[in-house]
């Protein structure tokens, strides 16, 4: 059964501080990884997307590497700001279902 | 921009109750998702429709919970009894049949079981 963990489960930080956000999941036997945002009491918004055969996406300031074959990755955010604040969430597919598994998330404060 | 909508937003119910969360999803997705997630943990898929046919539900408690899709379109997820345990944020999505990769996600209705 794939399980993915997310670390750390809260992070604060001053606003303009660079961070990264880790990733890790059991089964490499995926079809993508994607990372997504969530506002307290909201849905989720797509941010990244990463395709099981590259190593990297970027979106402005964010950037997202996999690395497959160890079942990881991570979320870099560059320059953070107070609007980055929400819960950030990866997901696996896999399987033929095309299953999603999410992890936990980690909830990002960015201070002024 | 199309998206997926959900009603109602919140509900607020005591428990061994009846609830009942619609999902209207982005017209011309085939596949339809219902998620739930518990406060302070990822999504978790409970049941995934491909057109009006169940492909998964091996996560829906189905002593409680019911989901149906009659004509391929909106989807109604069901609880009865409703219990405590039971709260939590159910989230809809929806995919293209041919990318199935890329997953919609309704605003979610909070449910709270008193």
């Known amino acids: 059964k794939q399980e993915v963990t997310q670390i750390p489960a809260a992070l604060s930080v001053p606003e303009g501080e660079n961070l990264v956000l880790n990733c890790s999941f059991t089964?490499?036997?995926?079809?993508?990884l994607q990372w997504f945002r969530q506002d307290p009491g909201k849905g989720l918004t797509s941010l990244l997307l990463i395709q099981s055969s590259q190593r990297e996406q970027t979106s402005g300031r964010l950037n997202a590497s996999l690395d497959k074959s160890s079942g990881r990755s991570t979320l870099y955010i560059a320059a953070s700001q107070p609007g980055d604040s929400a819960t950030y969430l990866c997901a696996v597919l896999a399987g033929t279902a095309s299953k999603l598994t999410f992890g936990t998330g980690t909830r990002l404060q960015v201070t002024l | 921009e199309a998206e997926v909508a959900q009603s109602p937003r919140y509900k607020i119910t005591e428990k061994s109750q009846a609830v009942a969360f619609w999902c209207d999803p982005i017209s011309g997705h085939a596949t339809l998702y219902w998620y739930r997630q518990i406060l302070g943990q990822g999504p978790e898929l409970l049941v995934q429709f491909q057109d009006e046919s169940v492909v998964d539900d091996s996560q829906l408690p189905k002593d409680r919970f019911s989901a149906e899709r009659l004509k391929g379109v909106d989807s109604t997820l069901k609880i009865q009894p409703a219990e405590l345990g039971d709260s939590a944020m159910y989230l809809c999505?929806?995919?293209?049949?041919?990318?199935?990769?890329?997953?919609?996600f309704g605003p979610g209705t909070r449910l709270l079981v008193l």
């Open positions: 999505a929806s995919s293209q049949l041919w990318d199935k990769e890329t997953q919609y």
């Open positions: 089964d490499s036997a995926i079809y993508n």
